[in-house]
């Protein structure tokens, strides 16, 4: 699955369960959160000053190793 920057928290953890990881390590509280339903990768990572791009790869790595 190719991520997009406008999926929800909530539609990737629904569909993938191991992204929960990322979000842990980086001692995100984005699992869990009300707004989750509403708030898009691209909003988060602005949200918590992260480079878009880091987090997307940071995301695709982990479901990519879920995968095999």
């Known amino acids: 699955m ?3 920057a406008e999926m929800t ?3 990737l953890l ?3 369960p191991s992204a929960i990881g990322v979000f842990m390590k980086r001692k995100m509280l984005c699992v869990g959160c009300p707004t989750e339903t509403f ?3 691209k909003d988060v990572a ?4 992260i480079a878009l791009e880091q987090l997307l790869e940071e ?3 982990a ?3 879920q995968v095999m």
């Open 2 to 4: 190719q991520l997009d």
């Open 9 to 11: 928290i909530s539609e």
């Open 14 to 16: 629904r569909a993938h």
């Open 39 to 41: 708030h898009t990768l």
């Open 46 to 49: 602005r949200i918590h000053g």
């Open 59 to 61: 995301l695709q790595a």
């Open 63 to 65: 479901l990519d190793a």
